[in-house]
């Protein structure tokens, strides 16, 4: 008799401006699932970086399957900047999930919504998967299902890393977040420096706005300026 999967999938860095946005599955079966709750995961927002770190490779251990995507810089700013109603990043998010959901050989996969309508973002990524899988999407998934809290680790582990390689190559620019102030500072004195955003980061992020010591001139030829 075929083993019965069960899948959970979640993404990572969706807010931040700089670096991927992660997409991560887990798949388990009734002895993973029972594992992941012993573990006790839940939600990687209210985990420290080091018990994610320390709860990764057991989630990997544990699970059947795990498999998890980046979304690039450049590949965001083109989704957001077509304009296509209904189909920008939560599409993309959409198209992502599917790829991830593909690869975990669940049979039934849960998944946090990125879309305010959830019905629509799980009818978006069946729409775009290449096998048949029953797709339900929540809100706070990743709070309420342990399979997608175990996503949720795994993306948040697999963007902590990304992150962290960037950080090294170029500097400290903070959390990479619009109101932390180091990562204004970063990016200002770049910008000045050298007349525009670099390619790791979305220049498509409205919250650069935020920012007016970079200067609208600026934004604008940093947002024509991507390769």
């Given at each position: 008799?075929?083993?019965?999967l069960v899948?959970g999938?979640?993404?990572?860095?969706?807010?931040?401006?700089?670096g991927p946005?992660?997409?991560?599955g887990v798949?388990v079966?009734?002895s993973?699932?029972?594992?992941?709750k012993?573990?006790?995961v839940?939600?990687s927002?209210?985990l420290?970086?080091?018990?994610r770190?320390?709860l990764?490779?057991?989630?990997?251990?544990?699970a059947?399957?795990?498999r998890?995507?980046?979304?690039?810089?450049?590949?965001i700013?083109?989704t957001?900047?077509?304009?296509?109603r209904?189909r920008?990043?939560?599409?993309l998010?959409?198209?992502?999930?599917?790829?991830?959901?593909?690869?975990?050989?669940?049979?039934?996969?849960t998944?946090?919504?990125?879309?305010?309508?959830?019905?629509r973002?799980?009818g978006?990524v069946?729409?775009?998967?290449?096998?048949?899988?029953?797709?339900v999407a929540?809100?706070?998934?990743?709070?309420?299902?342990?399979?997608?809290s175990a996503a949720?680790?795994?993306?948040?582990?697999k963007?902590?890393?990304?992150?962290?390689?960037?950080r090294?190559?170029?500097?400290d620019?903070?959390s990479?977040?619009?109101?932390?102030p180091?990562?204004k500072a970063f990016?200002a004195?770049l910008?000045a420096?050298?007349?525009r955003?670099p390619?790791y980061?979305?220049?498509?992020w409205?919250t650069?706005?935020?920012?007016?010591?970079?200067?609208q001139t600026?934004?604008?030829?940093?947002a024509?300026?991507?390769?």
């Amino acid at each position: 008799m075929r083993t019965r999967l069960v899948g959970g999938v979640d993404e990572a860095g969706r807010g931040c401006l700089l670096g991927p946005l992660v997409v991560a599955g887990v798949s388990v079966d009734a002895s993973g699932m029972r594992k992941l709750k012993r573990l006790g995961v839940r939600d990687s927002k209210k985990l420290t970086p080091g018990r994610r770190a320390a709860l990764c490779p057991e989630i990997l251990e544990a699970a059947e399957m795990v498999r998890w995507e980046m979304i690039h810089p450049r590949e965001i700013d083109e989704t957001v900047a077509s304009g296509r109603r209904l189909r920008k990043l939560n599409y993309l998010e959409a198209v992502y999930f599917a790829r991830v959901i593909d690869g975990l050989g669940a049979q039934r996969v849960t998944v946090d919504a990125s879309d305010v309508i959830p019905g629509r973002f799980a009818g978006d990524v069946i729409d775009n998967l290449g096998r048949k899988c029953s797709v339900v999407a929540y809100h706070k998934a990743d709070r309420d299902y342990p399979v997608v809290s175990a996503a949720s680790i795994v993306a948040k582990v697999k963007r902590d890393a990304a992150v962290a390689e960037l950080r090294d190559k170029h500097g400290d620019f903070g959390s990479g977040y619009p109101s932390d102030p180091v990562t204004k500072a970063f990016f200002a004195d770049l910008v000045a420096k050298k007349g525009r955003l670099p390619d790791y980061v979305r220049k498509s992020w409205k919250t650069w706005a935020r920012y007016p010591e970079l200067g609208q001139t600026k934004l604008t030829e940093a947002a024509a300026a991507r390769p």
